[in-house]
């Protein structure tokens, strides 16, 4: 399949919003599952939020409140709105699909997704 497509990082101060988009067009098949997850500097990739085809999402503690998980079927795309932004959510933010049919698609299955996006630098200053 072909690989997935973000955009919309950035440099913004703390307090501020960024939206993030994802390109998940090329598929024969709508994913089961499709994720947001962030590496931050040094440490391990992360879930963020997730969405499954019934629009069920799943949220990280850490952002739960402040960000937005959405998709566009007709526009095949998917979203991250970012709200409230705070130093420690500087990171590389990536999206991912995945198709299993393993009904779930909480943020803490990193590896229940196959296919990956090039990522997109989010920084956040105080």
């Known amino acids: 399949q072909r690989p997935l497509v973000e955009s919309g990082g950035g440099s913004v101060q703390a307090g501020g919003t960024l939206k993030l988009s994802c390109a998940v067009s090329?598929?024969?098949?709508?994913?089961?599952?499709i994720g947001w997850f962030r590496q931050i500097s040094g440490g391990e990739r992360e879930g963020v939020a997730t969405?499954?085809?019934?629009?069920?999402?799943d949220y990280a503690a850490s952002v739960k409140g402040r960000f937005t998980i959405s998709v566009d079927n007709d526009k095949n795309s998917a979203h991250l709105e970012m709200n409230s932004l705070k130093p420690e959510d500087t990171a590389v933010y990536t999206c991912?699909?995945?198709?299993?049919?393993?009904?779930?698609?909480?943020?803490?299955?990193?590896?229940?997704?196959?296919?990956w996006g090039q990522g997109t630098q989010v920084t956040v200053f105080s």
């Open positions: 090329g598929y024969s098949v709508r994913p089961s599952c």
């Open positions: 969405i499954d085809r019934s629009a069920t999402t």
């Open positions: 991912a699909a995945d198709f299993t049919s393993y009904p779930d698609c909480s943020t803490d299955l990193v590896a229940k997704f196959g296919d």
